[in-house]
């Protein structure tokens, strides 16, 4: 069975640290939630409060966070790609982002106004159906590319949103390179969460975007009596998730909680880094199979990346065991508790924890962690079962099991 490995934050910091959190502050998460509530289909996901679960793991609380409900799309990724895809449309007509709600969006003014436009994306299948989501009530053309060996329900689901949607024979991040290369052939606007030299705006505006989650779990936490976690556990593909979710309660609270970031061990780009203690980020290449799709990415966000090393606790590498067993904790609750359909790159925080605060081997993390009888650990769920057929394999069927 492969180890978990972990490796506490101890890279160099940067001059002004403070500086890299700004646009990740509350006021600018309160402008971006805004405009999420102005869609029809928006609702506050759920936050899960699974008491039985901490009692039995020896922690003060448990709270998920259920990205499952997320306009109906399974996944929290449509939050960065339609608030990035509407920062650059409000740009183009001049108008504030503040003044450009759902309706003013989609409206045959707008449309008028903007003429045809196509939106390139690489993905695993989350971000790619958000983004086509988004084009399709725009009345926008999208082209999405997919990695080799993605989910051929995913490429369904974002093909049923009209895109134009294929699995490439790349690994993520070329694929990333190939939207890249083909938006720029006819004018077209790549909308990528991962960013680089030269292309930084739309990613900080999709990490904006996935703000709108995190703020609601703060204000859902308050809602419980707990008005700071302990610990945050988010997960960590090119970083945009982590550094969106760090940024925001890194300016919420005086003591920022302990941030957890987790990665998949074939895709660990974050954990090498802090590995290597240079304060460089580090790349993973080849395929990266691993079951945690949404994860399989080998190259930081160079934004997310400063964010992450500025502030977070520790960086671990998870095997795919610790994603399955996340997933069946989530899925066979304790008698008491709500049942969490997680997918495979939403149950690895769950996987972590229960692995962390059950397995002796893993004392000497959970200890550097100060995770105790009175932590109360906020996780992420991203995902849903977005490939039911592989969610059915590995909670029925064992598939990835740690023994």
């Known amino acids: 069975m492969r180890e978990i490995k972990w490796k506490l934050n101890n890279l160099p910091k940067s001059e002004n640290k403070e500086k890299t959190i700004e646009f990740l502050n509350d006021e600018e998460i309160s402008k971006v939630k805004s405009f ?13 409060k699974l008491d039985n679960l901490a009692e039995v793991l020896g922690v003060g609380g448990v709270f998920v966070k259920d990205e499952s ?9 449509v939050l960065g790609g339609s608030f990035a895809m509407a920062r650059h449309m409000a740009e183009k007509l001049g108008m504030d982002i503040s003044e450009l709600t759902y309706e003013k969006l989609i409206s045959d003014e707008v449309r008028e106004k903007l003429g ?24 926008q053309k999208s082209v999405v590319y997919m990695p080799k060996g993605s989910s051929i329900t995913r490429l369904n689901n974002i093909k049923a949103e009209g895109a134009d949607a294929s699995i490439t024979d790349l690994n993520y991040d070329d694929a990333v390179r190939l939207a890249d290369e083909d938006a720029k052939k006819v004018g077209g606007l790549i ?3 991962t960013a680089w030299d030269g292309y930084e705006d739309i990613p900080a505006w999709i990490m904006q975007g996935y703000g709108t989650m995190a703020k609601e779990a703060v204000e859902q936490l308050k809602e419980y009596g707990v008005e700071r976690p302990t610990h945050v556990f988010v997960q960590a593909g090119v970083g945009s998730l982590a550094g969106a979710v760090q940024g925001y309660i890194a300016n919420a609270f005086d003591e920022c909680p302990i941030t957890v970031v987790v990665e998949a061990d074939e895709a660990d780009c974050f954990y090498k880094s802090a590995e290597a203690g240079d304060g460089k980020p580090r790349f993973v290449g080849g395929d990266m199979p691993t079951i945690m799709a949404g994860l399989a990415c080998g190259e930081p966000n160079t934004i997310g990346f400063e964010i992450l090393k500025n502030y ?8 795919d065991w610790v994603s399955a067993k996340g997933m069946r904790v989530l899925g066979n609750p304790l008698t008491g508790d709500t049942k969490v359909i997680s997918g495979e790159s939403g149950a690895v ?38 490939d039911p057929e592989k969610y059915r394999s590995i909670v029925w069927d064992g598939e990835c099991a740690s023994i």
């Open 36 to 48: 999420h509530e102005s869609f029809p289909q928006y609702t506050k996901t759920p936050l899960v």
């Open 191 to 193: 909308v990528q969460d």
């Open 69 to 77: 409900y997320r306009f109906g799309l399974n996944a929290f990724k």
């Open 116 to 139: 045809d436009m196509t939106f390139f994306t690489a993905t695993d299948g989350n971000h790619g159906r958000g983004v086509a989501w988004t084009a399709n009530k725009l009345k």
């Open 349 to 386: 925080t769950t996987g972590l924890l229960a692995a962390m605060m059950s397995d002796d081997k893993l004392k000497d993390l959970r200890e550097a962690l100060k995770l105790d009888k009175d932590s109360r650990v906020l996780l992420i769920s991203t995902e849903g079962d977005t």
């Open 312 to 319: 977070s606790g520790a960086f671990v590498s998870a095997p």
